[in-house]
């Protein structure tokens, strides 16, 4: 097999930050958030330090699931602006040394989209998975709304249907499955070049492929659909070299090798694909269901939850992934509840931070959660945001809170309100008075990034060795850096390890944590960073 070409070496210093447009600044007070509005926001993040963003779908859409159910790849959706704003977005960024990424919907379209009613009128085209209409259709198709008989697979709603790259199975009982060399799914695999080759011509600097497992259907252990992805990634490396696939695959043991450049660690699915990430964060409120393998999480005041099982996975995966790829850790997203959830307390969230910026992976910020904005339960749906009663997602896409005034930024008339901004409250955080408070939780996650990006050691690239897997938590990067984190309310106590019984360490970044050369001590929601001083 040909190698991939190395990842662009910008890759590995990658601090990440999810821009949810519709909510995160609007320009021209129509309530809903656009192109104009990030790039009049970018002093913010470079201020924060974040080099790369990525943007949650912004094509032509009907808008039934937020921009996943895309109606037009090759147009920009006309509520965020129109292409030049995007292109004048991309240039602005670069000039604060920060490049951008689109949201890429590889595996279903709207099912307004011009292929689908096509194929929805035309038994010959196969540009989408269509049964025969000669016996009924398996559970999960859709009827056929057009002239051809039959029904469609979506891949998600069922105004989504699910583009066809073709089945790794036959079935004697569904003659209409097509092997994935039919002539829709290679249809689609050059479409799919052509998508990425017009934007990434845009200044783009890659994307994030949505449901990157699910091209392939009845495909034990994805094999067909890594094929598709090895191939994409050959034509990357030779067409567009400094140009990055991220995945939400959830799984980077088998992402990273069929062709990513990177995968995030994912909350929702079952034990290999979700444990990680819930080990961490979840604590059963917001988005997070019990029934996806409920654990205890670290990163809860009683203590009852362990890093164990988020190292166990992230070594099985980077033992992979090393020198090919990257793993991602995310805040959380639009998918699931921000860290700022349920009884979680803004105390909680520097120790939280703390970690993420120090750990061996490219850590991505999700907008908002730099200055701890709050899941909101209860919202009404928006653009298919309520999945069911355990499964809202509507709040962990309110509006970014930049300032106290109303709104927040975003129009107050009810017409035309995208989400109900928030009402200013002593509790609730925005960028505004954060700014001005050296001390805030947007303070702090500045120097981390800074701190990080300014010490490789404590980088994506950085070595690390895990001295106590309890509580406090205390690993150490490079053979120089002692990182501490007590994400539980109780102080705990630890013997200091032999690393620092030389001498003192120097604090870096600190609060909560003292270290002599008996014991290391964090209090409650306490962390550190020290520098041990140079190797001998």
């Not at 991602?328 to 969230?349: I, K, S, V």
């Not at 870096?508 to 140079?534: C, K, M, N, Q, W």
Request: include cysteine; charge should be negative; hydrophobic fraction near 40%.
């Amino acid at each position: 097999m040909t190698p991939f070409r190395p990842a662009p070496a910008w890759l590995a210093d990658a601090v990440f930050y999810q821009i949810y447009p519709q909510s995160f600044a609007d320009s021209d007070g129509d309530g809903i958030g656009d192109f104009n509005g990030i790039t009049r926001r970018l002093d913010h993040l470079a201020w924060l330090g974040v080099n790369t963003v990525w943007l949650n779908p912004c094509f032509a859409s009907p808008f039934r699931d937020a921009g996943y159910d895309v109606s037009d790849y090759l147009a920009v959706a006309p509520r965020y602006g129109t292409e030049d704003d995007l292109a004048a977005l991309v240039e602005e960024a670069r000039r604060h040394g920060i490049r951008v990424l689109l949201d890429l919907v590889a595996g279903h379209t709207s099912d307004q989209h011009p292929w689908f009613t096509a194929s929805a009128d035309d038994p010959e085209d196969d540009r989408y998975i269509w049964t025969d209409g000669t016996r009924p259709a398996p559970a999960g198709f859709v009827a056929s709304p057009g002239a051809r008989p039959g029904a469609y697979l979506p891949n998600f709603f069922d105004s989504q249907p699910a583009l066809n790259f073709g089945y790794a199975r036959a079935h004697p009982a569904e003659p209409w499955r097509r092997p994935v060399d039919a002539e829709g799914p290679r249809a689609n695999r050059a479409a799919l070049r052509a998508v990425m080759d017009h934007w990434l011509g845009l200044g783009l600097a890659g994307f994030r492929v949505d449901m990157a497992a699910s091209l392939v259907k009845d495909d034990p252990g994805t094999v067909e659909t890594s094929r598709i992805w090895t191939e994409t990634r050959h034509w990357l490396d030779a067409a567009h070299p400094d140009a990055v696939l991220l995945s939400e695959w959830g799984d980077p043991a088998v992402s990273v090798p069929a062709g990513f450049h990177g995968d995030f660690f994912l909350q929702f699915g079952g034990p290999t694909v979700g444990r990680p990430l819930r080990s961490l964060w979840n604590n059963r409120e917001g988005t997070d269901a019990d029934e996806w393998d409920p654990v205890d999480c670290f990163f809860d005041p009683s203590g009852r939850g362990s890093p164990r099982p988020f190292v166990a996975a992230w070594q099985e995966a980077s033992a992979v992934v090393a020198g090919r790829g990257f793993v991602a850790l995310p805040t959380a997203n639009h998918d699931f509840a921000r860290l700022n959830c349920g009884p979680r307390t803004p105390e909680q969230l520097p120790a939280a931070f703390a970690f993420q910026l120090t750990w061996p992976t490219l850590p991505a910020i999700y907008y908002g959660d730099e200055i701890g904005m709050r899941f909101v339960p209860g919202l009404p749906d928006k653009e298919g945001s309520v999945l069911g009663p355990r499964y809202n997602r509507a709040g962990s896409r309110t509006p970014m809170q930049w300032d106290a005034g109303p709104g927040a930024g975003f129009s107050t008339a009810p017409a035309d309100r995208f989400y109900l901004p928030l009402d200013p409250a002593p509790d609730r955080p925005t960028v505004a008075a954060q700014r001005r408070d050296e001390g805030s939780l947007l303070h702090l996650v500045r120097r981390l990034i800074a701190l990080r990006q300014a010490t490789p050691e404590l980088g994506s690239a950085g070595t690390v060795a895990v001295l106590h897997d309890g509580h406090p938590f205390v690993h150490l990067r490079g053979g120089r850096y002692l990182v501490v984190v007590n994400p539980r309310l109780e102080t705990a106590t630890v013997d200091a390890p032999a690393a620092v019984r030389g001498g003192p360490p120097r604090p870096l970044e600190v609060s909560g944590v003292r270290i002599d050369e008996h014991a290391v001590t964090a209090d409650g929601f306490g962390y550190g960073v020290f520098d041990l001083g140079p190797l001998a």
